[in-house]
C-alpha cells in the first residue's frame, strides 16, 4: 500500500492507493472492478473462461431494485444507461398457475420508466457483455485460480496454473458456488445438497412458440405449481435488438446507446422463451446431471410431465436440445465471522443460495457495491483497509447468510410439499388460499407491493 495526499480547499488529504485481485470475472466481480476503477483504485479481474464470449449463455437474470442500485452505484452513468437499454421487456405480472394451465393468481406488477425501481430482466450473457465493457485492460481470461499465498509484508499473491502470478493488497474470491479461494481460505464453509435438481431450456419467439403463451405469462414471469412438488417457471425474453440489428420503433436515446456500444458484437442474445423445471432427485428415473444430451433431457421432462397441459409440454418439446442445461441445486450453510485478512469474498463464493427468491445475483451486485464502498473509505484515509474489509464482510454476513436461509425455504425436498400424502394436502390448500385472494383485488395490491419492497423498491440507500 502506498500513500499519498493531494490538496482540496487548501487543505491536505490522505490518499492510500493500493491493489485489489478479483478472482472471477462473474456478475460481482465485474461490479466490484467498474466500481473500484470508477474510483480510482487498481484493480486486475482473472477470469478462467478463455474468452469474452465463454460460460454460460442466454438464460434470464431477474435485477431487482437492489441489484438496479448497485449497478448505478458501481457503473459509469452511460455504462448504466446502457445496461438499461439492453434489458428485456419489464414483466408487467407475476403468475402462479396449476400444471393444467389455470391461474391461481396473478399479481399486476409496478411498472413505470424508473431505471432503479422497476424490475428488470436480462440475458446472462448480454449483462455480461455489459459488464465487461470498459475493462478489457483490466480482465485477463484464460487464468486458472489455483491457491494465493499471504506474504510478510501484508501483500497476496494469487498463483495461477500457467505459471504466473499476481500480487496485490487485497484478493477478493468472486470465483462462484466452488470457490477455489473459499476452499483455501474457510475450509470449513460448506455446500449442502437441496436435493432438488433442475432442467432448463428455451426456444425463440416466433408466432408459433408466442400462442403457447397466454397473454399474462407472455408478458410476465410464471410459476407453475403441480403435485409432486414439481414446479416450473416460464419466462418471455423481448429485448430492442434482433438478427437484423436494432428494432425499428426503439427510442432514439436507446438505438444510439446499442449502436455504439461495442458489447452488441459479442453478444448472441435474441428474443426467447425460457423454462425451468425442477423435481426431488428422488423423483427423477436416472439422474439428469450425468445426462449431457439435450434430446434425452426433454425426454425426462416429457415424461414427467404426461398430466401438464399441452402447451407446456409443447414448450419443452420445441425447445433448443443444444441449449439444456441441468441444475444441481446447492446452497451454503452459514458460518460464524471469520478473522478479517487481506482475503474475503463475494457473491455464490460465499452465500450460494437456491434460486427460490430469484435474489443470488442481486445478493452479490448487493456485495460488490458495499465493498467498493468501504474500499473508497480506505482510499480516503477514514479507516484501514483492514477495518474496512471488517465492515463489509459484517454486514454482508448477515444479510447474505439471511438470504441464503429464506431462499432455501422455496426449494428443500425435506419440506411437506414432498411427502406423498401431507404434501397433496399442502398443495389443495396453498391452491385455495390463492384463489381466494386472486378475487380480492386491494389483498392483490397489497401483496404486489409487498413483493415489489422485498426486492428493493424504495430502499433507503445506505452508504
Known sequence: MICGSETLGGERLLINTFKVIIIGAGTGG?????????????????????TRTGGLQGYRVGISPDGSRALKKCLLPELFDIFVATCARTPKYFNML????????????????????????????????????????????????SRYAQNADGTVTAFFEDGTSAT????????????????QFLPHAKLEETGIVSIGGKLPITDETKALLPHKVFHG????????????????????????????????????????????????????????????????????LQIKDGEHLKRIVLEMTESWHPHLREIVRMSDPTAMITVNIRTSVPIEPWPTSNVTLIGDAIHTMTPGRG????????????????????????????????????????????????????????????????????????????????????????MAANLSRSRGAQREEVS
Request: hydrophobic share 40%; with cysteine; proline share 4%.
Open 359 to 446: 435474489v443470488g445475483a442481486n445478493t452479490a451486485l448487493r456485495d460488490a457495491a458495499l465493498l467498493c464502498q468501504r474500499m473508497i473509505e480506505a482510499r480516503d484515509g477514514i479507516k484501514p483497509l483492514k477495518q474496512a474489509v471488517n465492515e463489509y464482510e459484517a454486514e454482508m454476513i448477515r444479510y447474505g447468510f439471511e438470504a441464503v436461509l429464506d431462499s432455501r425455504k422455496q426449494m428443500d425436498d425435506n419440506t411437506v410439499m414432498h411427502k406423498p400424502v401431507i404434501g397433496r394436502i399442502a398443495l389443495a390448500c396453498m391452491r385455495t388460499g390463492m384463489r381466494l385472494v386472486n378475487c380480492l383485488p386491494p389483498v392483490k395490491k397489497k
Open 30 to 50: 465485474l461490479c466490484l472492478a467498474h466500481g473500484l476503477k470508477r474510483a480510482g483504485i487498481h484493480a486486475e479481474v482473472y477470469e478462467r473462461d478463455r
Open 98 to 145: 396449476t400444471e393444467r394451465y389455470t391461474e391461481l393468481l396473478s399479481l399486476e406488477l409496478e411498472s413505470g420508466s424508473d431505471p432503479v425501481n422497476d424490475e428488470k430482466s436480462v440475458s446472462r450473457m448480454t449483462l455480461r457483455q455489459v459488464l465487461l465493457t470498459g475493462l478489457e485492460d483490466i480482465v485477463h481470461f484464460d487464468k486458472k485460480f
Open 221 to 288: 414471469v410464471t410459476m407453475v405449481m403441480a403435485p409432486k412438488a414439481y414446479g416450473c417457471i416460464l419466462h418471455a425474453m423481448e429485448f430492442k435488438w434482433d438478427h437484423s440489428g436494432i428494432k425499428h420503433g426503439i427510442g432514439g436515446n436507446d438505438a444510439e446507446l446499442l449502436t455504439r456500444w461495442p458489447g452488441l458484437l459479442y453478444d448472441n442474445t435474441r428474443d426467447y422463451i425460457s423454462w425451468g423445471f425442477w423435481a426431488s432427485r428422488r423423483s427423477f428415473a436416472e439422474n439428469p
Open 168 to 183: 496485490g493488497d487485497l484478493l477478493v474470491g468472486a470465483d462462484g458456488a466452488n470457490s477455489p479461494v473459499r476452499k
